[in-house]
């Protein structure tokens, strides 16, 4: 039976990270290799009276480029649920480590507009452990409410990656590389700016900070967070955006850092409804594609 835990504070991320740091180690640390069978931890985490902190949020817009205003953020929510996140994932029963794990995807789905000045009630688990082609998938689920009201549901999905039985089905045609068209906009970031993009955010995975961590999970640099790419992509459109709206991004190949991409914004209609892409810029290959759909 599902039961639920409520948090005096946010979890620290430095203690948290420790935490994430150890599960690794060998002997003490979780399997390099997980069960699609294994158990998921059937517990939810809550924060109540959760308060933005203004100057978090200034330097998060300033890093992303969305507006500093009176409401959240739509990509802000990512920032928000994450100490939970971590919490579930750094617990000794989750059944993978959060360090070297893959956002894969993230889908944020909001009633209305959220004013900054609004206490939330922030509650996280996870669910739907299961088998994808490179790995294990796991979702983290999180509801946003203010009162009895739910304001905003978010899932993020997360890879686990090593062999499973679909590891030999078929793989679908690969995407030939090609000069992408002229973007509506160019992206610029580097090691500088995602450092602080970590620290607005808390998220502080070692893939994310520096060329030597990210080596030692198989990048040849640091990468920068999926969810700056989503948030960054939202900059030039945030305005024209509904209060009632789903943001549904699939994340492509890493964005190594320092780098320069194509952003792609199409309007689909006049309802705040759009397609969006970021690209590399020589090949054409995706980072990210993403939808925006007014609910």
Known sequence: ???????????????????????MLPVIGKPAKVSPTATVPDTRYRLADVRVDPAALQTYCRTTGQRFSATVPLTYLFVLQFPLSMKIMTDSAFPFGAVGSVHIANTIERKREIGVDEPLTITTHAENLREHRKGLLIDMISEFTVGSEVVAV??????????????????????????????????????????????????????????????????????????????????????????????????????????KVNLYTRRIDGKGNFDIEIRNRRKGYPHLTATLRHN
């Open 1 to 23: 039976m599902s039961k639920t835990i409520t948090l005096s504070g946010a979890p620290g991320t430095a203690s948290i990270y420790g935490k994430a740091v150890a599960a």
């Open 154 to 259: 978010q899932t993020a999905t997360f890879l686990k990656q090593q062999r499973t039985s679909l590891s030999g089905e078929p793989r679908g045609p690969v995407p030939k590389n090609s000069a992408p068209p002229p973007p509506d906009a160019v992206l610029s970031v580097d090691l500088g700016r995602i450092r602080e993009y970590a620290a607005a955010s808390g998220d502080r995975n070692p893939i994310h900070m520096g060329d030597l961590p990210a080596r030692a999970f198989g990048f040849s640099k640091a990468i920068a967070h999926g969810m700056w790419s989503a948030a960054a992509a939202l900059a030039n459109i945030e305005a024209q955006l509904p209060g009632e709206v789903t943001y549904d991004v699939q994340f492509g190949k890493p964005l190594l850092l320092p780098a």
